[in-house]
């Protein structure tokens, strides 16, 4: 274990030197990714999401959500079979998405009110790109199909969902072929969960601004490294192919989206394309969703485990559209 952690901590330490290599090779494009990745951030991440965690925060400790999540828990929990507190994180995620999803559920469970089991499951259902970017973004603006939009979604979300449920299936069915399980770990801790105390005060608004802050920048900064790593690409690949138009993607899926519905290729493979994109998040995405989770023990190793499953069934759901729908 410690030689697999000393090849890791190499290999790591070379690709952030090679990183650093290509930003005094590529200058122009190093200052025009981070330049695209900047005003991505400022002008559409920063507006929507840091309002939406200072407040999501503050609904978390005021106990807010638990409120919540009595009321959609007769609908939500059963349908997915989650516990009353795991029902508000898919609330959150299916509205708000990437990296919103993944940040309110570490927030429950650094505070027990979900366990690390149902956290993980949570996480990789309720963590992917938001309605809003799906109809809007991808859609409308890139696509120029205003009748994908609920379509796409439907592709999107449908693959999450049963992707996680899959995971889910799976690792229990592992689980009941143990000599030992942690039965600890099986129902949800409620502990803190019961007299808490929701009187507001100015100091949990102000933990909930600085949080906010420090989660916001933190995306940031991992928005504008892969913008400069997808602009390199975009320079480095002169000639223009699908292949090149994947990498982008995976490295980070506004850039990779936006190349792709600029290719003179039929609109059924874009759909295909964007849709498996989108499904996978980008390296970027990965990244910022590790970010948010802190020092909660949720597995990002799971969490991607179950993106490579839904980028999978989202290839099948849009093959299948395009086929079966789409003249």
């Not at 030197?17 to 200052?31: H, N, R």
């Not at 803190?192 to 105390?197: C, D, E, R, T, Y």
């Not at 100015?202 to 601004?209: N, P, R, V, Y």
């Amino acid at each position: 274990m410690n030689s697999i952690q000393y090849y890791k901590n190499k290999l790591l330490k070379g690709l952030l030197l090679f990183f650093f290599i290509l930003m005094f090779l590529f200058p122009y494009a190093s200052y025009k990714g981070a330049r695209s990745g900047l005003m991505l951030w400022f002008l559409n991440v920063l507006p929507t999401l840091l309002p939406f965690i200072i407040v999501s925060n503050l609904i978390i400790k005021l106990n807010i959500a638990s409120k919540i999540s009595q009321i959609i828990y007769p609908f939500i929990g059963r349908l997915f079979r989650v516990s009353r507190d795991g029902c508000y994180p898919i609330l959150i995620g299916f509205l708000s998405g990437l990296p919103m999803g993944a940040k309110t559920v570490a927030d429950l469970a650094l505070d027990d009110k979900i366990t690390n089991k149902e956290g993980n499951f949570l996480l990789s259902m309720c963590n992917n790109a938001s309605p809003i970017f799906i109809i809007s973004y991808i859609a409308t603006n890139q696509l120029k199909m205003p009748s994908m939009r609920l379509p796409l979604f439907i592709i999107i979300y449908s693959s999450s969902i049963i992707s996680a449920i899959i995971y889910r299936s799976y690792k229990n069915y592992c689980e009941k072929n143990k000599a030992r399980k942690h039965l600890a770990d099986c129902q949800p801790i409620r502990i803190k969960s019961i007299n808490l105390q929701s009187k507001f005060t100015f100091e949990d608004l102000d933990k909930s601004i600085m949080n906010g802050f420090e989660v916001i920048t933190n995306i940031g900064g991992y928005i504008i490294l892969f913008s400069i790593l997808a602009q390199i690409i975009n320079s480095v690949w002169q000639t223009n192919s699908l292949y090149k138009a994947v990498a982008m993607g995976i490295m980070e899926i506004t850039t990779g989206i936006n190349y792709i519905c600029h290719m003179r290729i039929d609109n059924n493979t874009k759909i295909v394309l964007v849709s498996i994109i989108t499904a996978f998040g980008g390296l970027s995405g990965l990244a910022q969703t590790k970010s948010v989770l802190g020092e909660s023990r949720l597995s990002i190793k799971s969490y991607i485990s179950v993106k490579i499953l839904s980028v999978c069934i989202a290839m099948l759901l849009s093959v299948f559209y395009v086929l079966i729908f789409v003249s």
